[in-house]
């Protein structure tokens, strides 16, 4: 293809998505308006000024430790009282706590904004090198905020006789013991429904349905045990703090793989597909 015809085609793309096909005020948003509010978003994340950014990703990491201190509370309620296998699938009920303010609050959170910073790079708006310099200042944001919550809660958690650390260890152990293969794929699927609930969300056109998003995608992402590398960073790393059960070895490799997998889930199964749906559909 030559540059003119490239040029002709992503002018063609541009002007589609410039005026998307709009849905009735009570029917759903059409692909392509969910699209172009994608790439917008997208680009203004890219616009902050990077110390915003961290600060953002900093307090997504935060927020998130609440999550882990839901699970933390619950496991430690029903320890001894069920099932240890059941306590872990009835800690969907509580999982969406902290995505739930981390989404609605807007903060920077990582698998959540994959997909959506992807965009402007596959619409030729960003270029791949700014792509992964703001993928790794929210990563950063995210881990640093992660531990500084773990700390906390591995601290404050047993004085309020909230958060015992049977429950920390056996959280850390249960989602570390797979082969690193297992993790891999978990964190696809898991980065796979993260990108998805982005998109939903940008889909909703009210409040209620999207607190409804998160909770149902975040919820089936904790009850079938998928590997969410921000929420995994608390729940490892606080682990690590108390218990030989965790090595620093375990924690980096378990990391480093939960965060590869869900950017491809995000950015391949969501980004790339719902993108090219689009352009096909212009072409043709």
């Known amino acids: 293809m030559t540059k003119n015809e490239q040029s002709r085609k992503q002018d063609s793309i541009d002007s589609d998505l410039e005026h998307p096909k709009t849905s009735k005020k009570d029917s759903p948003k059409s692909h392509g308006e969910i699209l172009k509010q994608q790439i917008v978003d997208g ?75 992807t965009l402007p790079v596959l619409h030729n708006k960003r270029s791949i090198r700014s792509l992964l310099k703001l993928w790794g200042l929210v990563i950063v944001g995210n881990l640093a905020g992660g531990c500084i919550m773990a700390v906390v809660l591995i601290w ?54 999207r607190i409804i998003i998160i909770y149902m995608i975040t919820a089936v992402l904790a009850f079938a045990g998928l590997h969410h590398s921000i929420v995994g960073n608390v729940e490892v790393f606080a682990g690590l703090l108390i218990s030989t059960e965790i090595t620093l070895l375990s924690y980096i490799s378990f990391e480093s793989i939960s965060l590869i997998g869900n950017a491809l889930g995000g950015a391949v199964f969501v980004a790339l597909l719902k993108y090219r749906a689009f352009v096909y559909n212009v072409e043709n």
């Open 43 to 117: 680009q203004v994340t890219f616009d902050r000024n990077p110390s915003s950014i961290l600060l953002s990703s900093l307090t997504a990491g935060m927020e998130i430790g609440f999550t882990y201190l839901s699970i933390c509370t619950l496991h430690g309620s029903l320890f001894g009282r069920v099932d240890e296998m059941t306590i872990f699938k009835l800690m969907a009920l509580v999982y969406p706590v902290g995505f739930i303010m981390v989404v609605m609050g807007q903060s920077i959170l990582f698998t959540e904004q994959t997909s959506l910073l």
């Open 156 to 209: 404050i958690g047993p004085k309020l006789e909230v958060v015992e650390p049977h429950s920390i260890e056996a959280i850390a152990v249960h989602i570390t013991k797979y082969d690193n293969w297992v993790i891999f794929v978990s964190a696809i699927l898991a980065g796979w429904l993260m990108g998805l609930l982005s998109w939903l969300v940008t889909a909703s056109k009210d409040t209620v349905s």
